[in-house]
């Protein structure tokens, strides 16, 4: 996959991405960033991506025709996605990250200051947020994607089962999980998890993962997909309060 990142702050983006897994990534050749400098679009001296708002009021303006450059000096390819990190965009969910990760080609706006010119909303696929929040730009939003995105190619996560476990991958959130020592300042790991029967422990990490769920999202639970098999083990729940 090829991702480029559009950003006033290229800097920002070297250790995020030449670290762990999406270093591992680009050496197989999985993945590959080009990271653009929006003011190298700039046609003044000074190299300005901002303005200040027509109508007035408080803070900058990411200019139009900035991006509109930066964005044509690339034809977009077939199967490429362009995609601005705004906080007004929809919210970021693991479906849309699997959806993501079929395309070859992304392109990634980050936003800054105030926001961007309103006429560069037609310029793009999608509009993402991370959360209902406001940071600074859109550039940790961007690394935010990126590293979820990537975990959905295949070979970049060694083990793929690790994926298919991910909280949220099926709509629930993760089970527990514990290592070495067994038992810590009192606090010891579950009999079951070292009982050695795989059955019993893939039971229990759903039950435990359904749990977590209802306790503290409830909400997933309308959405996910279930099964006889959790519909049992939530009435187990339920019954025993």
Sequence with gaps: MQIVILTLFPEMFQGPLNESLLKKAQTKGLLSFNIINLRDFTSDK????????????????????????????RPKA???????????????????IKDLAKHDHLTILSGHYEGVDERVREL?????????????GGEIPAMVLVDAVARQIPGVVKEAESIQKDSFYEGLLDHPSYTKPEDFEGKKVPKVLLSGNHQEIERWRRKEALSKTLRQRPELLARAELNDEDKKILSEIFSHG
Excluded at 57 to 71: F, T, W
Excluded at 85 to 96: A, D, R, S, V, W
């Design 46 to 73: 000074h190299k300005t991506a901002d303005d200040t708002a027509y109508g007035g009021g408080a803070g900058m303006v990411m200019k139009a025709d900035v991006i509109s450059k930066a964005l044509g000096q």
């Design 124 to 136: 793009v696929d999608e509009e993402i947020s991370i959360g209902d929040y406001v940071l600074t």
């Design 78 to 96: 077939v199967g490429q996605r362009i995609i601005f990190m705004c906080p007004t965009g929809k919210l970021l969910t693991q479906e849309i």
